[in-house]
């Protein structure tokens, strides 16, 4: 039995292709087939002029049928028309037919064409790739390619009218929207170490090796600068400070142990949290740069110490590996700095840019850090360098490129028949450099769901919702695609996105993981389950959120500790943890309320290691370590494919509201465990059991609606399986014999296919998913979190000094957290209770018609 979270368009698919009778021969609804017809010619002439003219009086749900009804009902008799009677059959041989598609072979050389070049944002490179993207989208789904190229500049007709015309199309669409943020590039860069007359003794090497046994990695060793995106423009010198991870905990402990950072080069190494913020807790300290190295220690068991080679000879970290990334100030908001809120147009009047730094910074390898590490003491112990400062000092240059640059997201529209309903599936495409992983696995699982959904297109299939599928560019300079897009069409986005579903890094590791909103949990899990473990036929992919990598040995016990808690902190009662930032999905969930999903295979201590962002993110990586048979990358393909067709096919929407407001409670007990103080949440508490309450009813609602629905669209789908034209035929014919009746024109009673009683059920489904798809929208607050008001969700955001981790309700618990202010976390705690009052308000207006 399938759990009511995951109910689709197959639940009740059972007996398909049974009664293929004509649709005027079939007897009606209402009367036996043995009614007879006395008919009078003169009478009927007269009759279908009186029939013409009443319609719109006596029948108006019929005579709207192609206006109003096109977006509340008109969907219902589309789906009778082309699906059988048998719904459940239906659904079971599209899912079976889409399975079929997925392949190794043809993932592994999708990822040979886009995982052996460097494709960084706004690169010549990067729209080649988008272009082939747009060829695959035309392909698949059957587009004719215009005589001209449609890439259209953000904000023009064309680029408007492509999205805001999506609910009028009645065949597939692709095209490319460009946008125009300020991003910047790596001009040069210098680090050195001086001596006491500021002559250098040392300078790195800031590239990497590029060892020939990766032979793209030697290819393009050069070609991407070692440098952070949006990172500060400047020429600095200073004593060199270490602080561990850089989190705001460890500059808080240097702080109040005495450490002054004014004028000093700050030593961080990654993890734990988001670069970015590792770069604003240092500037707002006084410091005058930051630099950012990769440690082995945070390689869990796989490690040279440990017996292993360094990679391309074995899984270790290769010590000139170098993470570049975005230093934008991500938990503040992300997208273009310099268009905060709206999108990047080519004429955009733009700002200063809040979320970027005003120092400057670098990425630095192993090789270069160790160098540096020696001029502060003799001793690589984390506990005894924190807070050390180093006597000579050392000189940063970080000479960046900042203008307005072009982005290309590539678009493309698989109509459904509920024209007022969109599926959003996405991925990013740009790179650092080649990124085999990071985002090219993404890309891959993209592509198979693309051959999947074309398939089914060519097969006759249409969803009963719109798919709208993104391939978003500039993610990695800080989301900027998705939330340039997001901003451009935030009211289309809230009035028609019922979920995004998002893939960045499919494989990079070992364990399968995913986050999501809650409501989405359980048709998540469903769905894992119903998928082939990629390796054990006795497991599923649900089953691989166990599994770890290969390689033993022991590993760095502050890493373990640090990357333990982050495994505790994703443990919930669903398996799914909440989202925080770092993918596309953020300006829809955050932004603007949208239930959406994030998932992948990720790196685990024993894996090989993970070379992020680096040259050796490479192909031949993937297919020595990663994942040599692709078939994790299957694995992510079609869960991810499922759950867009359970998503887009489903007749009431799988979303389970009641998980989401059972999971409220949880958070609010985390909350209460970071106060000491008697302040209380007992109205907020009771705002939770309200919505508890109304979601439930709404679960019972639901219920009622889709069994109704089912079986009115039983009937019908029987009565018209000679397609839709029949239908309509039928039904004019149907109030033709009721206006004769009604006018005393000599026609008998009865004949009437029940139009208003579907149209009606019809309207009750989607009544009801309205109130689904209201749920995640019911957390969006105008006025935002306090200091980063982009963020307008307050059951969830990026925490404020996590970037990539997840704060539930933020405004409360930073309220309590950071400012300690309980006058202003109680004004946080009513402003979230009459937030949830009105969303409980929200779900309780059913009145089913």
């Known amino acids: 039995m399938k759990a009511l979270d995951s109910l689709s368009l197959g639940d009740v698919e059972q007996q398909a292709n049974e009664k293929q009778q004509d649709a005027w021969a079939q007897p009606t609804l209402t009367q036996p087939a043995t009614s007879r017809i006395r008919f009078n010619w003169r009478r009927g002439i007269a009759g279908v002029l009186v029939y013409l003219l009443s319609l719109l009086v006596f029948f108006p749900d019929v005579f709207r049928l192609g206006t109003e009804v096109d977006h509340s009902a008109l969907w219902a008799f589309r789906l009778a028309s082309s699906r059988s009677d048998d719904l459940a059959s239906d659904v079971e041989k599209t899912e079976r037919l889409f399975l079929s598609v997925i392949d190794s072979k043809r993932a592994l050389e999708t990822s040979r064409v886009y995982a052996t070049h460097p494709h960084l944002a706004s690169s010549e490179e990067d729209f080649e790739d988008a272009k082939v993207i747009l060829k695959l989208f035309q392909d698949q789904f059957g587009i004719s390619p215009l005589s001209e190229l449609p890439v259209f500049p953000a904000g023009s007709p064309e680029s408007r009218n492509s999205t805001l015309s999506i609910n009028k199309l009645t065949s597939p669409t692709a095209w490319i929207d460009k946008y125009f943020p300020v991003m910047n590039t790596g001009v040069n860069a210098t680090l050195q170490i001086l001596n006491e007359n500021g002559e250098p003794t040392w300078t790195a090497d800031l590239v990497e090796d590029g060892d020939p046994a990766d032979p793209e990695a030697a290819k393009y060793r050069n070609a991407i600068p070692t440098w952070h995106g949006l990172s500060g423009d400047g020429d600095v010198e200073g004593q060199l400070v270490y602080a561990n991870y850089g989190t705001k905990e460890d500059f808080d402990k240097l702080v109040a142990a005495g450490i002054d950072f004014k004028g000093k080069i700050v030593l961080v190494r990654y993890f734990a949290v988001f670069r970015g913020l590792k770069i604003m807790a240092a500037q707002e300290l006084g410091a005058a740069g930051v630099l950012i190295y990769t440690d082995p220690r945070d390689d869990g068991s796989v490690t040279v110490e440990n017996g292993y080679l360094p990679y391309p000879a074995g899984p270790a970290r290769n010590p000139t590996s170098v993470q570049r990334g975005s230093v934008q100030f991500l938990s503040i908001y992300p997208g273009d700095p310099t268009t905060p809120g709206y999108p990047a147009y080519e004429n955009a009047t733009r700002t200063d840019g809040e979320n970027i730094p005003k120092i400057p910074s670098l990425p630095i390898s192993w090789a270069n850090a160790q160098r540096l590490l020696a001029e502060i003491s003799d001793t690589e112990d984390a506990r005894v360098l924190n807070g050390k400062t180093s006597k000579t000092k050392v000189r940063l240059v970080n000479r960046v490129d900042d203008h307005v640059m072009p982005i290309w997201n590539t678009m493309a529209v698989i109509p459904g028949h509920i024209k007022s309903e969109t599926v959003l599936v996405g991925c990013h495409r740009d790179a650092w450099v080649m990124g085999a992983a990071d985002p090219t696995s993404g890309t891959v699982t993209l592509t198979e769901v693309i051959y999947g959904l074309g398939t089914l297109v060519r097969s006759g299939w249409k969803p009963l919702r719109n798919i709208v599928i993104a391939s978003w560019d500039a993610e990695e300079y800080g989301l900027v695609g998705s939330t340039e897009w997001g901003e451009d069409f935030a009211e289309w986005i809230s009035n028609n996105v019922v979920a995004y579903l998002n893939v960045d890094v499919s494989v990079a590791g070992s364990a399968w993981n995913t986050g999501a909103s809650p409501s989405l949990a359980h048709l998540i899990r469903k769905t894992a389950e119903d998928i082939p473990h990629p390796h ?73 290691v993970y070379h992020y962002h680096s040259i050796y993110d490479s192909q031949h990586w993937q297919e020595v370590f990663a994942d040599p048979d692709f078939e994790r990358h299957v694995a992510v393909s079609k869960h991810l494919g499922l759950m867009a067709l359970r998503l887009a096919d489903a007749i009431i929407l799988p979303l389970n509201t009641t998980q989401y407001a059972l999971e409220l409670e ?184």
Not at 576 to 584: A, F, M, Q, T, W
Not at 730 to 739: A, N
Request: net charge positive.
């Open 536 to 608: 054990d036929s006795e497991r599923t992919l649900w089953d691989a959120k166990k599994d770890a990598g290969p390689f033993t040995g022991p590993a760095d016990a502050e890493f373990m500790s640090a990357y333990e808690s982050m495994q505790l902190k994703r443990a919930t009662e669903t398996g799914v943890p909440p989202l925080g930032s770092g993918s596309d999905f953020t300006v829809f969930l955050q932004h603007l309320g949208v239930a959406s999903m994030d998932q992948g295979f990720s790196f685990t201590p024993t894996d090989a």
């Open 666 to 849: 949880d958070y609010l007990n985390e909350v209460e465990n970071l106060t000491s103080t008697s302040l209380k949440f007992s109205k907020l508490r009771h705002s939770i059991k309200k919505l508890q309450k109304a979601s439930q009813k709404l679960d019972a609602e639901k219920i009622k609606a889709e069994k109704n629905f089912r079986k009115l669209l039983e009937k019908v789908s029987r009565r018209n399986q000679q397609g839709f034209f029949n239908f309509c035929l039928s039904t004019l014919k149907d109030g033709f014999f009721r206006i004769m009746n009604i006018f005393g024109l000599g026609i008998e009673e009865g004949g009437m296919v029940p139009v208003e009683k579907f149209i009606k059920a019809a309207k009750r489904v989607q009544k009801a998913n309205s109130k689904l798809v209201a749920f995640e929208r019911g957390f969006i607050s105008e006025d935002g979190i306090k200091d980063r008001e982009w963020y307008k969700h307050l059951g969830v955001a990026p925490g404020k000094w996590l970037g990539y981790g997840a704060t539930t309700l933020p405004a409360l618990a930073e309220a309590i957290t950071f400012e300690k202010n309980s006058t202003l976390a109680a004004f946080e705690a009513d402003r979230l209770s009459d937030l949830l009052d009105k969303l409980s308000h929200t779900l309780k207006e059913l009145n089913a018609l």
